[in-house]
């Protein structure tokens, strides 16, 4: 993908990359899921290193960690312990799909 990025960059624009974690790769997550979190922190830190090597070649890259926002995957968090979730949000709740969007 180097050279396609490296094509799309002006020297008033620089090529970006946008990932997209969790903020369960920011911590412990509450529940036990050990792949999802640890997936998701590779997720940062593969953000981290490319942002580091490619911002010489004008290439950005930033990654988004939303907290629990609906889908299915939410869904199950939610249905499996909806109250302890919550407390671990400051809002009290999930996202919605236009706090997303």
């Known amino acids: ?4 990025l490296e094509k799309a960059r002006t020297n008033a624009s620089p090529a970006r990359v946008i990932n997209i974690a969790s ?3 920011l911590g412990v997550p509450t529940f036990e899921e050990y ?12 953000t981290r290193i490319m942002a580091g090597h490619l911002a ?10 939303p907290g629990l926002f609906p ?13 302890v979730v919550k407390m671990a949000i400051p809002f ?5 799909a236009k706090e997303i969007a």
């Open 56 to 65: 010489g070649r004008n290439i950005t890259f930033n990654c988004i960690s």
């Open 35 to 46: 792949a999802y979190g640890a997936s998701k922190a590779g997720v940062l830190h593969l």
């Open 71 to 83: 889908s299915k995957m939410g869904a199950q968090v939610l249905a499996a312990g909806e109250e």
């Open 23 to 25: 903020i369960d790769g």
């Open 1 to 4: 993908f180097g050279p396609k």
């Open 92 to 96: 009290g709740r999930a996202g919605s």
